[in-house]
Every structure is written in structure tokens, then in C-alpha cells.
């Protein structure tokens, strides 16, 4: 009995990639692309409305994030597939991926090969990483490091939203962090998006459950 087609929807802001993305798929026989996302929220959306075997998914994708966007993706459908195709190979990103639900990680420029199986392997429901993810994943492990809290955030957002809780100003935090206003309002927008949440008092709330900040300004 034939194998039905992978159904792959691609999720990337970038026009080129998606395209030399979707020649090679097409050229495989078993796989089909099914759609493409420029921004995290058409990703959302057109996952939910083509509920594709596999997501290709960028993390910098404009309006929402791709940690953001994989972890709506899942909720709303847990048999879909994610695996992450990125720039970033930092252990935040990888280890924010992995607790979103992604199966897969790769940076791109993995070969095409590694790239077509890795989507073969996800669909079928296995754990794929690139040789550098997944010597970090070990060696997190081997470690015994303990899980950074909100690990969707960087270092420095999760610097940022620690003075954030304990009732800081933007203002008194850039002074702080030897940081400019405008950069610190940048970081501070970062959280609210990555955390979905909509203003201080929210953010404050995941920041304390968490474990950061502390009970006043200090």
C-alpha cells in the first residue's frame, strides 16, 4: 500500500527560503507542500485550517514568534509535527523550541539531505536534532543544568523582567542595566509578546510564579 504524501506547511518570512524550500520538498515524490506563512499568526492560522503533517517553522517570524506560534500550533492540534528551521542555534532558542513542543531543530544551512529527512522523521513522530543541537542537548544534559525559568526569554529579557518585578521603571532600569530607554522599551515589549501577556501587572504575575524578581524595588 502507497504511502500517503507528508503534508508540509512552511513558515518563514523569507521569500527565497520558502521557495528553495518548497522546490526540494516537491521534488521528493513524498512530500507535499500544502501552504506557506510569512508571519507567526498565518502560521497559526493556516495550520489550523490545512492541519499539515509537519510545520517548517522559522522562530523570527514578524507579529508573533515562532516559540509563540508552536506552542498555539500544538495546543490546537498535537498531531502536527514542528520542526524548527533557524538561524539561531543558542541554547535559549533550542531548549525555548523544545519546551514549546518542537520535535525537530535544525539550523539552516543543514544539507538538503538532513533537511528532507529530518521532516520525514518528525512526521513519522521521532525526535530529530542537527549534530550541533544535539551535542547541547547532551551536554545540557549530561550537565545536570537546571531549566532556565521562562526559557522563551533571552538572558537579558529575563534581566529586564526580574526588574520589572520588583516594581522598577523602565527609566530606572535602563540606568541599572547601562542600557538606553529606547532599548529597554524594546526588551520590555519582547516579554509582553513572548509571555502574551498585556501589560506589567500580567507580566509581573508570570515573573513571580516563575521565580523571578522579588518582593519590591531594591
Known amino acids: 500500500m502507497s504511502r500517503q504524501p507528508v503534508r508540509v506547511l512552511i513558515a518563514d518570512d523569507h521569500p527565497i527560503f520558502r521557495e528553495g524550500l518548497r ?9 507535499e507542500v500544502v501552504g506557506e506563512a510569512e508571519t507567526g499568526v498565518q502560521a497559526v492560522e493556516q495550520a489550523a485550517a490545512l492541519r499539515p503533517d509537519v510545520v ?25 509535527r514542528v520542526l524548527v528551521l533557524t538561524m539561531f542555534d543558542d541554547d535559549d532558542s533550542v531548549f525555548a523550541a523544545m519546551r514549546a513542543g518542537a520535535l525537530g531543530y535544525l539550523v539552516k544551512g543543514a544539507k538538503p539531505a538532513e533537511v528532507t529527512g529530518a521532516i520525514q522523521a518528525v512526521a513519522d513522530g521521532e525526535a530529530i536534532f542537527g549534530p550541533a543541537i544535539a551535542r547541547r542537548v547532551i551536554d545540557f544534559f549530561a550537565a545536570g543544568s537546571a531549566p532556565r525559568p521562562l526559557p522563551q526569554l533571552t538572558d537579558r529579557e529575563r534581566e529586564v523582567l526580574a526588574l520589572v ?10 540606568r541599572q542595566l547601562v542600557l538606553s530607554p529606547k532599548t529597554v522599551k524594546n526588551h520590555v515589549s519582547n ?21 523571578l524578581g522579588g518582593t519590591g524595588p531594591g
Not at 522546490?23 to 512530500?31: I, N, P, Q, T
Not at 514568534?65 to 490546537?76: D, K, P, Q, W
Request: proline fraction near 5%; glycine fraction near 6%; aromatic fraction near 4%.
Open 56 to 80: 517548517a517553522m522559522d522562530l523570527q517570524l514578524p507579529e508573533l514568534n515562532g516559540i509563540e506560534a508552536t506552542r498555539r500550533i500544538l495546543a490546537a492540534n498535537p498531531q502536527t
Open 165 to 174: 518585578a520588583r516594581g522598577h521603571t523602565n527609566p530606572a532600569i535602563a
Open 23 to 31: 522546490f526540494l520538498l516537491d521534488s521528493l515524490g513524498w512530500a
Open 191 to 211: 516579554i509582553f509578546a513572548k509571555l502574551a501577556v498585556a501589560d506589567r501587572a500580567e507580566a509581573i504575575a508570570k515573573a513571580r510564579r516563575a521565580g
